[in-house]
C-alpha cells in the first residue's frame, strides 16, 4: 500500500502529529490532482504541483473565490455571505474594485515607514517576555505583534488595543477542541463584536469629518474616504472589511514567528548564522514562510468544466490549492525538504499568487524581520523546554503551544 493512499487532507486529525510530508510528496507524484473526501459535504480536487497552484490562483474567473467560498467546508448561507464581503473571496470585477483604493496603502515604501513603531511594539513584548524568562511563546510573545500593529495602522486609540487582541484571539482556529468551547464551532460573536467595534469608528470619524477637523491619516481614513465603484464604503462594509484586515493576518502572522523559532532551533547552524550576521534574516523568513507555510491551502470553486494535467474538472467541483505541497515540489525547489536560509530564489507560494496574492505581505515580512532582530538581540540564550503542540486544523499549520525559555 503506497503512503499517500490513506492520506485525508480534508480532516484536521491529519496534521495533529505533524504535516506527513512523504505521504504528499508520494501523492504529488501518483495523483497530482487527487481526490480527497471529506465528512461534511462533497469532496474535493487537491491540487499539490506548484505548477498547477499557480495556474489555478491566476484563473480568477474560471476558479471563483466568491462561489463557494475559499475554506473547504460548505458553509450555510449567512456564513457564506459573510465570507464574500471579504477581498479573499471576491471575484473580479468585484474584487479590483475594493482591493484597489487600499493597495497603495500597503506597499514596501508605505509599510517600510512603519519600522519605526513595529521595533518598538517588538521591544516591549521583549522586555514583558524577558522579565517572565520561561514562556510559552505563542500565547505570549507572539500573539501581541499582529494586533498591536493593526491597532497602529489603522490609528485606533492604544486603550482599545488590547480589547481588539482579545476579540482576535478568540476567532482562532474553530476545529480545535482545546481552543473553542465543547460543541461550539468558531467563534462567531468575536466577530460580530469586531465588526461593531468598526462600525462605531467609522461613524465617529465620518462625524469628525463632517464637524470640519482633519481626520489622522491612518488607514482608516483612507478607507473611509475611499472610491469604491464609485461610493464610499458603507459603515456596515466598513464593518466587515476591519474584521478581514485584523483577522487574516493574525494567525498567519503569530504561525510565522513562533514555527519560524521552532524551525531555528531545531537547525542550530542555521540559527548561529543568523545570530552572527541579520542580514540573513529577510533570506530566513523567505525559508521559514516556504518549509513552514502558515496555511494549508485556500480553495476555489470551478466555474465551468476544464482540465487541470490530466484531470478532468467539472462545474462546481471544489478546487484546493495546496501550498504545503507545491512549497516542496522537487520540480521547482532543490532538496525540498531540507530547511536552508540561503535557498535562492525561493518562490514560495504561502502568499498565494495571482489575483488574491496577499495584500498584507510587506507587512509581514517586515514584522518577521523586525521581530526576530529584537528577539534574538534581547535573548542570546534561547531553549526548548518541553513539547510543541500543533494546532488541530485541516486550514492553519501552526503552533498552539511552544514552551521556551529565554536568557538575557
Ligand atoms: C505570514 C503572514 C501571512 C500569510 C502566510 C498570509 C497568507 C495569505 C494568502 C495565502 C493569501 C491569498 C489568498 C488566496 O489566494 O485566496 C492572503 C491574502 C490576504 N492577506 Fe495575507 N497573509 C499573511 C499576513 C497578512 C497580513 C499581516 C495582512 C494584513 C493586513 C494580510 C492581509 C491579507 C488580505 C487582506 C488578503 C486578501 C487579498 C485579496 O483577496 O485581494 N495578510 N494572505
Not at 208 to 236: C, Y
Not at 355 to 381: D, S, W
Amino acid at each position: 500500500m503506497s503512503l499517500s493512499s490513506a492520506l485525508r487532507l480534508g480532516d484536521p486529525d491529519t496534521f495533529v502529529a505533524g504535516v506527513p510530508h512523504a505521504a504528499i510528496a508520494d501523492l504529488r507524484r501518483t495523483a497530482p490532482v487527487a481526490w480527497q473526501e471529506i465528512d461534511e459535504g462533497p469532496g474535493f480536487w487537491a491540487v499539490l504541483r506548484h505548477s498547477d497552484v499557480v495556474r489555478v490562483a491566476r484563473e480568477a474567473t474560471q476558479f471563483s473565490a466568491s462561489l463557494g467560498g475559499v475554506v473547504l467546508e460548505d458553509l450555510d448561507d449567512d456564513s457564506l455571505e459573510m465570507m464574500r464581503g471579504m477581498l479573499l473571496a471576491m471575484d473580479p470585477p468585484r474584487h479590483q474594485t475594493y482591493r484597489k483604493p487600499i493597495a497603495d496603502s500597503f506597499k514596501a515604501r508605505i509599510i517600510g515607514e512603519l519600522e519605526p513603531q513595529i521595533r518598538q511594539i517588538c521591544r516591549d513584548l521583549m522586555v514583558e517576555a524577558a522579565d517572565r524568562g520561561e514562556v510559552e511563546f505563542v500565547h505570549d510573545v507572539t500573539s501581541g505583534l499582529p494586533s498591536r500593529v493593526m491597532g497602529q495602522l489603522m490609528g485606533l486609540p492604544e486603550d482599545d488595543w488590547s480589547h481588539l487582541h482579545g476579540l482576535a484571539e478568540r476567532q482562532t482556529s474553530g476545529q480545535d477542541p482545546d481552543l473553542i468551547a465543547p460543541g461550539e464551532g468558531p467563534d462567531y460573536s468575536a466577530s460580530i463584536e469586531m465588526a461593531m467595534y468598526a462600525i462605531e469608528l467609522a461613524t465617529a470619524r465620518r462625524r469628525a469629518i463632517d464637524a470640519g477637523r482633519t481626520p489622522p491619516s491612518d488607514l482608516t481614513t483612507l478607507i473611509l474616504e475611499g472610491d469604491f465603484g464609485g461610493q464610499p464604503m458603507t459603515e456596515l462594509d466598513f464593518g466587515s472589511f476591519f474584521v478581514q484586515l485584523v483577522t487574516a493576518g493574525n494567525d498567519t502572522t503569530k504561525t510565522m514567528l513562533s514555527s519560524g523559532l521552532l524551525a531555528l532551533l531545531q537547525h542550530p547552524d542555521q540559527l548561529a548564522a543568523v545570530r552572527a550576521d541579520a542580514s540573513l534574516l529577510p533570506g530566513a523568513i523567505e525559508e521559514i514562510l516556504r518549509w513552514a507555510n502558515p496555511l494549508h491551502y485556500f480553495r476555489r470553486t470551478a466555474v465551468a468544466p476544464t482540465r487541470i494535467g490530466d484531470t478532468e474538472i467539472a462545474a462546481g467541483d471544489k478546487v484546493a490549492m495546496y501550498y504545503t505541497s507545491a512549497n516542496r515540489d522537487p520540480e521547482v525547489f532543490t532538496d525540498p525538504d531540507r530547511f536552508d536560509i540561503g535557498r535562492h530564489p525561493n518562490p514560495h507560494l504561502s502568499f498565494g499568487i495571482g489575483e488574491h496574492f496577499c495584500l498584507g505581505v510587506h507587512l509581514a515580512r517586515l514584522e518577521g524581520r523586525v521581530f526576530f532582530e529584537e528577539l534574538l538581540g534581547a535573548f542570546p540564550k534561547i531553549e526548548l523546554v518541553g513539547e510543541p503542540v500543533r494546532i488541530r486544523s485541516n486550514l492553519n499549520n501552526g503552533l498552539k503551544r511552544l514552551p521556551v525559555r529565554l536568557e538575557t
